[in-house]
């Protein structure tokens, strides 16, 4: 019983996930490391006020991220929680798949509580708190984004073939990572990939990446490239358009149709 009492809560309810489940030491972090926040906020938010989707924005006053210091994962999920029922869960690091679909599917977004050095403010290639509270959880803030992520995991957990994973995981990549919406005639990001590199936002909207509308068969006809600049991605014009997709997704796959038709 000893173990078990000391897990974080959520353990007992995510079996695949429990073992990845830490708890953010939040008096652990340096001054140096506040600091570091503060410097990739201030950094980020003067493009981002102009070119991310607005409700990006306002899901990140809604939580009231701090903008000087490191956000409190607590904190900012008892805000989330009321709003949708979401959580920024810590997590240990990188996950297998099935614990992180287990995750998405209870609304709990497997978070990383450790933040980039100043060695590397501009690119790390594990997420990091920044990655992961910045740039993802505004958007969880949102109903209609809260519930396509928490079917996506629903959806996702269920499946075991690992091909038509990887064909679903091409929406999770053009949405949640590297999504763009089209508002008031612009461009606008809202993936978090994009919304915490300036390099990657800045090659979409200023250099030549090829935006295309939304389209399900095109999503999933466009493979994932993880170590080069986009050349291609996809905007919607409504959060709609992604739930939409996933039940679109789920009701070929239940039916055994072609996931592209
Ligand atoms: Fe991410």
Redesign the pocket.
């Given at each position: 019983m000893a173990a078990t009492a000391a897990l974080p809560k959520a353990a007992t309810s995510l079996p695949k996930a429990a073992s990845f489940l830490i708890d953010q030491d939040y008096g652990y972090y340096t001054p140096e490391q506040h600091g570091i926040w503060a410097e990739l906020v201030r950094c980020r938010m003067p493009q981002l006020e102009r070119r991310a989707a607005q409700e990006y924005l306002d899901g990140f006053d809604a939580l009231c991220l701090p903008y000087d210091r490191l956000p409190n994962l607590a904190s900012v999920s008892a805000k989330l929680e009321r709003r949708t029922g979401w959580n920024a869960t810590p997590v240990s690091g990188f996950m297998p798949a099935p614990a992180f679909f287990e995750m998405l599917a209870a609304r709990r977004f497997p978070t990383t509580t450790w933040l980039r050095g100043r060695d590397s403010l501009e690119y790390t290639p594990e997420?990091d708190i920044f990655?992961?509270v910045f740039?993802?959880v505004p958007m969880h803030a949102l109903p209609v984004f809260a519930d396509f992520l928490a079917h996506y995991g629903q959806l996702c957990a269920r499946i075991h073939d690992e091909a038509i994973l990887e064909r679903i995981g091409r929406v999770f990549w053009y949405t949640?990572?590297f999504g763009l919406i089209r508002q008031n005639g612009k461009v606008k990001v809202y993936g978090?990939?994009l919304i915490s590199s300036n390099g990657e936002c800045s090659n979409v909207l200023h250099s030549g990446c090829l935006v295309q509308p939304f389209v399900l068969a095109e999503v999933l006809r466009t493979p994932v490239k993880v170590d080069e600049m986009h050349h291609l991605l996809f905007a919607i014009e409504s959060f709609d358009e992604i739930y939409e997709a996933v039940r679109t997704l789920e009701a070929r796959i239940d039916a055994g149709s072609r996931l592209d038709d």
């Open positions: 997420p990655h992961d740039g993802h949640v990572e978090s990939g």
